[in-house]
């Protein structure tokens, strides 16, 4: 939501229409099909609600998005820790920066390996208390401050900042909408509904547990987005568009030194609770995929350790290549809505299956979008095949033909034969 408030007020309606149609949507129906369907994996839910090339596909496409998402847990919080919280430098050649560095990795290398989440867990919800009221104190200081907001009736080049230069100059169909991955729709998310769903004691849990939590996390990314604006507009020198800078220029300037510091351990230790469980699942989805036994905790290491060795590459070359996490993010944000589809597929072939026919417009209507939005991105994107707009544009219509297409014949066909059964 930093970055995307860069496109100007117009974050302020597409951030929670998004979240209502696509994320908590998308949240709500992986986690209740699991839940019916026994606590089942996601990577079971696509296998059985689609075929053997699409399930293909998704475990490729799943493996890749934990990866970067492990690597991307380890940079950001562990920059934020080092400036922000400890007041390092967090230079790539700082020794400080890499040893804040090597703590997350250590830790997550144990996370993956051992059975610790049962210990480490019971103090998850600190840190998520933590968040929640860092982020309330943040959307009451706003007002309170008097942060400088632009309504999307008012000119949006302001004098520290030209939002309406920035929102002519770049596309905001797509780039908005794979930049801002929190808060409106995370694939991401959906790998971990079968962990959530085990913990569901019945059916009426699961609007609260899916769908109210990612409407709750809407709620966060509107308010990140408001008190980037503001501090933007306040021309703060500590805050650079799109940095982490800009988290730690506004924890402390509305919260104060003590109150930011503690909100900046909560979005620290948060995005790192994450990076535990991508990387744990993508142990358990390789190990199942290429049939790998791991009954002890030294084969369990000994994968581990291959999966731990490709995020240190990625890190190193994302922290010492001047555009080197551009570029991770870039992937990182296109796989994680990418992954998605696959959710909205298999939600879509689920309500044929099982009479909902007529209600298959709600997975379909988010999984048309994004299905344009991942795919005209790619198309032009310097990280995928560099096309001009006049070319991505069409590719995109096409894929989104083809998408909903395919969805209607293949879940039509399904719903047939099962009632042939």
């Given at each position: 939501?930093?970055?995307?408030?860069?496109?100007g007020?117009?974050?302020f309606?597409?951030?929670p229409?998004?979240?209502?149609?696509g994320g908590?949507m998308h949240?709500?129906?992986?986690?209740?099909?699991c839940?019916?369907?026994?606590?089942?994996?996601?990577?079971a839910?696509?296998?059985?609600?689609?075929n053997?090339?699409?399930?293909?596909?998704y475990?490729i496409?799943?493996c890749?998005?934990?990866?970067?998402?492990?690597a991307?847990?380890i940079?950001t919080p562990?920059?934020?820790?080092?400036?922000?919280?400890?007041?390092?430098?967090?230079?790539?050649t700082?020794?400080?920066?890499?040893?804040?560095?090597?703590?997350?990795f250590?830790?997550y290398l144990?996370?993956t390996?051992?059975?610790?989440?049962?210990i480490?867990?019971?103090?998850?919800?600190?840190?998520?208390?933590?968040?929640?009221?860092s982020a309330l104190g943040?959307?009451?200081?706003?007002?309170?401050?008097?942060?400088?907001?632009?309504n999307?009736?008012?000119?949006?080049n302001?004098?520290?900042?030209?939002?309406?230069d920035?929102?002519?100059?770049?596309h905001?169909?797509?780039?908005?909408f794979?930049?801002v991955?929190c808060?409106?729709?995370?694939?991401?998310h959906?790998?971990?509904?079968?962990?959530?769903s085990?913990t569901?004691?019945?059916?009426?849990?699961?609007?609260?547990?899916?769908?109210n939590?990612?409407?709750?996390?809407g709620?966060?990314?509107?308010?990140?987005?408001?008190?980037?604006?503001?501090?933007?507009?306040?021309?703060?020198?500590e805050?650079?568009?799109?940095?982490?800078?800009?988290?730690?220029a506004?924890?402390?300037d509305i919260?104060g030194p003590?109150?930011?510091?503690?909100?900046?351990?909560?979005?620290?230790v948060?995005?790192?609770?994450?990076?535990?469980?991508?990387?744990?699942g993508l142990r358990?989805?390789?190990?199942?995929v290429l049939?790998?036994?791991q009954?002890s905790?030294?084969?369990?290491?000994?994968?581990?350790?291959?999966?731990?060795?490709l995020?240190?590459?990625?890190?190193?070359f994302?922290?010492?290549?001047?555009?080197?996490f551009?570029?991770?993010?870039?992937?990182?944000?296109w796989?994680?809505?990418t992954l998605?589809l696959?959710?909205?597929?298999?939600i879509?072939?689920w309500?044929?299956e099982n009479?909902k026919?007529?209600?298959?417009?709600?997975?379909?209507?988010?999984?048309?979008?994004?299905t344009?939005?991942?795919?005209?991105?790619?198309?032009?994107?310097?990280i995928?095949?560099n096309l001009?707009?006049t070319?991505?544009?069409?590719?995109?219509?096409?894929?989104v033909v083809?998408?909903?297409?395919?969805?209607?014949?293949?879940?039509?066909?399904?719903?047939?034969?099962l009632?042939?059964?």
């Open positions: 939501p930093i970055q995307g408030i860069l496109f007020p117009i974050a309606i597409t951030i229409i998004g979240n209502i149609i908590a949240d709500y129906f992986c986690g209740m099909i839940l019916r369907d026994g606590g089942t994996q996601m990577s839910m696509i296998r059985k609600y689609s053997k090339g699409v399930f293909t596909v475990n496409f799943v890749l998005l934990l990866l970067l998402v492990g991307v847990f940079y562990g920059d934020i820790a080092a400036t922000g919280i400890f007041g390092f430098d967090g230079a790539a700082s020794v400080s920066t890499w040893v804040i560095y090597g703590a997350i250590v830790y144990i996370a390996v051992f059975p610790i989440d049962a480490i867990g019971r103090i998850y919800p600190i840190f998520g208390a933590i968040l929640m009221f943040i959307f009451i200081g706003l007002f309170a401050k008097g942060y400088p907001l632009m999307i009736w008012d000119d949006w302001g004098a520290i900042f030209a939002y309406g920035y929102f002519g100059e770049n905001f169909i797509p780039i908005f794979v930049t991955a808060g409106i729709l995370s694939g991401f959906s790998t971990q509904t079968a962990i959530i085990r569901v004691k019945s059916e009426r849990q699961g609007r609260m547990t899916f769908y939590m990612m409407v709750l996390e709620f966060i990314a509107m308010v990140w987005a408001a008190a980037a604006m503001g501090i933007f507009n306040l021309g703060i020198q805050a650079t568009a799109g940095t982490t800078s800009t988290v730690i506004v924890c402390k919260l003590v109150g930011g510091i503690i909100a900046l351990v909560g979005i620290v948060l995005p790192i609770t994450s990076g535990d469980t991508a990387l744990r358990l989805t390789v190990s199942e049939h790998i036994d009954s905790n030294g084969k369990r290491l000994g994968l581990a350790s291959i999966i731990f060795a995020v240190a590459v990625i890190l190193v994302a922290k010492f290549n001047a555009e080197g551009n570029i991770l993010w870039r992937y990182f944000a796989s994680n809505q998605a696959f959710a909205f597929l298999a879509s072939i309500m044929f009479g026919a007529k209600f298959v417009w709600v997975p379909l209507i988010p999984g048309a979008f994004y344009f939005i991942c795919s005209t991105y790619i198309a032009n994107a310097t995928g095949f001009p707009w070319i991505a544009y069409p590719i995109g219509a096409v894929c083809a998408y909903v297409g395919i969805i209607c014949w293949y879940g039509k066909k399904r719903a047939t034969n009632r042939k059964v």
